[in-house]
């Protein structure tokens, strides 16, 4: 096996772009209305549209995810300490900063990644007034454990569900858990609406806030009722929200069957592991396709295999390196609990690329270039070969009963 890199670059994420032509008849009515933001018929219908998709009225729009979760964080009146996940997005952490509240990092589960509830509990104490949860790649957190935490301490349950748009359990969408979630609707996610966010939450009394919060905190011309910002959605973002939201039950197929090729193609390569299979109740949306690179067992380290896929033209990322907690910015954070899973994990999380316009045979080739430069399968195909073998069980083992190789 000797493959050649991509003449082009294979990118982590590519968006999808609605045929130009249906994005430039909905631009006839924005330039007919000449009317680009504050809340125009565009956005008006976006979020009606969202309101169904979600089967809630509690739904509120804004310019970006990480200003939505700012101003959730206000509007909630969120202060004090905050258990948090130090394997995310800075955003997460960098909304606490701006609302002045303090990031409990506390340790994450080793199937999905996401918060491990019996850690938050142990980090609790009397200035925690929440929990910041993510669904790390879309992955669903442990939602009936940590809302149990939550009301046994009369907590605030607060959702990054970033990565988790159109992912339910049990026919539930993700965003009727907890106390609200936010969504991001940035460029390079599954769904987007070239930027955006959106707040999901249960008190419908908070819609109110959260629109003067996104507006200057205008009540009318003559009245500002409280110091809000910026944060409003225009017209040509929920356009494109609109469309996209058409594609997405496609998006999702193209990127379901991505990830089911890559397991089949990289099941026996020895040191990559899956994230265990999420429970049948759980409907993805194949966010991401992480894996772990376990440097003993496949022969190099997930910085070196990083940079040699780069060589080939193949561009994945380190989502999430480094933890947060080691960035510059929150080392001054102490950790009042060590973190073994969430450092384990950074060292040996990948992220491949997938997107709904990646062909299947560039997937195949990608694990071809993968398995070309695991060591370990390269001595093992040598030794077959020199032995006459036509077999080779390459097998992984179960890690601690934690990784699964299906």
């Known amino acids: ?40 018929p565009v ?24 200003l939505a979760l700012q101003i959730a964080l206000q509007g909630m009146q969120i202060s004090g300490e905050v258990i948090t996940t130090p394997f995310t997005f800075v955003a997460t952490t960098h909304a606490l900063f701006w609302n002045k509240c303090r990031p409990v990092f506390v340790d994450i589960e080793p199937h999905h990644y996401t918060l491990d509830p019996a850690q938050v509990e142990a980090a609790i104490t009397p200035w925690t007034s929440a929990i910041l949860a993510v669904h790390v790649y879309g992955h669903p957190c442990q939602y009936d454990a940590l809302a149990a935490i939550a009301r046994k301490h009369n907590l605030r349950l607060i959702y990054d569900a970033a990565h988790a748009f159109d992912v ?3 026919g ?19 769904y987007h609406s070239i930027e955006g966010g959106m707040l999901v939450f249960a008190d419908a009394g908070l819609l109110k806030t959260f629109d003067y919060l996104k507006n200057f905190g205008f009540e009318n011309e003559e009245e500002v009722v409280m110091p809000g910002t910026n944060a409003k959605m225009n017209e040509f973002q929920a356009l494109m929200g609109l469309q996209v939201l058409r594609h997405l039950p496609h998006l999702i197929e193209r990127r379901r069957a991505i990830a089911e090729c890559y397991r089949d193609q990289l099941a026996d390569v020895p040191g990559v592991y899956f994230p265990a299979r999420l429970p049948r109740n759980v409907t993805y949306n194949y966010a991401y396709f992480p894996v772990e690179i376990e440097e003993s067992e496949f022969g190099l380290s997930r910085d070196e295999l990083y940079a040699k896929l780069k060589e080939f033209n193949v561009h994945t990322r380190r989502y999430f390196y ?12 102490p950790l009042s609990f060590p973190i073994p899973v969430a450092r384990r994990v950074a060292r040996r999380i990948l992220t491949l690329p997938i997107f709904d316009s990646l062909a299947i045979d560039d997937v195949e080739r990608i694990c071809d270039i993968l398995k070309a430069l695991c060591p370990a399968l390269v001595r093992r195909s040598q030794s077959s070969r020199a032995s006459g073998s036509e077999r080779i069980n390459l097998g992984k083992p179960v890690v601690n009963g934690i990784y699964v190789a299906d």
């Open 322 to 333: 480094p933890l947060l907690c080691d960035l510059a910015c929150y080392r001054s954070v």
């Open 43 to 66: 956005v008006q219908r976006y979020r009606e549209a969202l309101c169904r998709h979600f089967d809630t009225d509690n739904l509120c729009l804004f310019n970006n995810g990480t």
């Open 172 to 190: 539930v969408p993700i965003g009727k858990f907890g106390d609200l979630s936010m969504f991001s609707f940035h460029s390079t996610k599954l």
């Open 168 to 170: 339910q359990v049990g």
């Open 1 to 40: 096996m000797n493959p050649k890199p991509f003449k082009s670059p294979i990118y982590v994420a590519k968006p999808f772009l609605p045929p130009i032509e249906e994005f430039q008849e909905g631009l006839k009515e924005i330039w007919n209305n000449a009317w680009l933001t504050n809340n125009g």
